[in-house]
């Protein structure tokens, strides 16, 4: 059986000069090796918790139902 290795593609991103030099000397001594590393990192924390909120665990409908079923349970008023 042979593995395929996964081809990773990446794109250049500019950002200012004085924002990288600051995310230089946030990143010493941490595990992180390189700016873009660390970019990528945030980046995806960002979109990540912006998806979470997005889903939500009940539609506005769906949360009707409970509260009526919860209201004929005598459980809200």
Do not use: C, H, Q, W
């Not at 990288?20 to 945030?42: C, D, M, P, Q, W």
């Amino acid at each position: 059986m042979t593995e395929e290795k996964e081809v990773k593609k990446y794109t250049t991103i500019s950002i200012p000069t004085p924002l990288a030099e600051k995310i230089k000397k946030r990143i010493e001594g941490t595990g992180f090796n390189s700016l873009s590393s660390y970019v990528t990192y945030v980046l995806r924390e960002v979109i990540s918790g912006i998806e979470e909120e997005s889903e939500e665990a009940f539609s506005k409908e769906d949360e009707e139902k409970v509260k009526d079923r919860l209201r004929a349970l005598g459980y809200l008023d």
